[in-house]
């Protein structure tokens, strides 16, 4: 894989990663994905975006019920 800005090597990494949700913010500090060697711009995985989407989407049903229990 090479980059898409700069066609530099894209090697396996963390970045960090924000969410703006309804009603909260979800923010990694390392979420995996492929970084640019030469720009350092991150390349997400689709496999990784899944991964996070999973775990949004709980959140976003446990923050629900944490608005309705209010
Ligand atoms: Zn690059």
Redesign the pocket.
């Known amino acids: 894989m090479e ?6 090597a894209l090697v396996r990494g963390a970045v960090p990663f924000t969410i703006h949700r309804e009603g909260y913010h979800f923010v990694l500090d390392k979420a995996p994905a492929w970084v ?1 060697d ?4 991150p390349v997400f995985d689709e496999t990784d975006v899944d991964a996070i989407q999973r775990v949004v989407a709980d959140l976003d049903q446990q923050v629900m019920s944490l608005g309705n229990a209010a």
């Open positions: 980059c898409l800005y700069c066609k530099g640019c030469q720009c350092a711009e």
